[in-house]
């Protein structure tokens, strides 16, 4: 028997597709979670504001939908888990705007990519493969672009 007007509603069909988490998905989410909680990751240019809401949707789910563009244009981020949300969003912007500071300094030879990857080690992080990845690729781009300059 279907539930006519009941107080229960389905998830949409999108919503039930995002709360199917990959293992890359979880080790990336778990990143940038630790790396927010150990404190390398904290800041991130811009205030992440996250609204606590008892029936709100569970953390990994918000930083889903976040990541999928779901959150634009001013929309309020709400969740039962508003700090585990506000660190993982915080953790990733972070990210993107460090992972260019870090690839200026080592191409100009201001510090080294040893010493950046060794406060993660430090701390007992290891860094996704996809975003270790990411962080050579843009160091061998900068390089090339610092070395065309000189």
Known sequence: MKNQGGSQSQPSRLTRKLQKYSNNYNEMFNFFLTCYRKGILTFCGV??????????????????????????????????????????????????????????????????KYEILDEFTQRGITIPEPLLNDFNNRLWKKRIKYNERF
């Open 47 to 112: 205030q992440v504001n996250v609204e606590f809401d008892l029936n709100g949707n569970e953390g990994k789910l918000v930083f889903r939908q976040y990541d999928n563009g779901q959150y634009q244009q001013g929309k309020t981020i709400s969740s039962r888990h508003p700090n585990i949300v506000k660190g993982v969003i915080t953790g990733k912007k972070s990210w993107g705007l460090f992972l260019n500071q870090w690839t200026d300094g080592i191409a100009e030879g201001v510090f080294t």
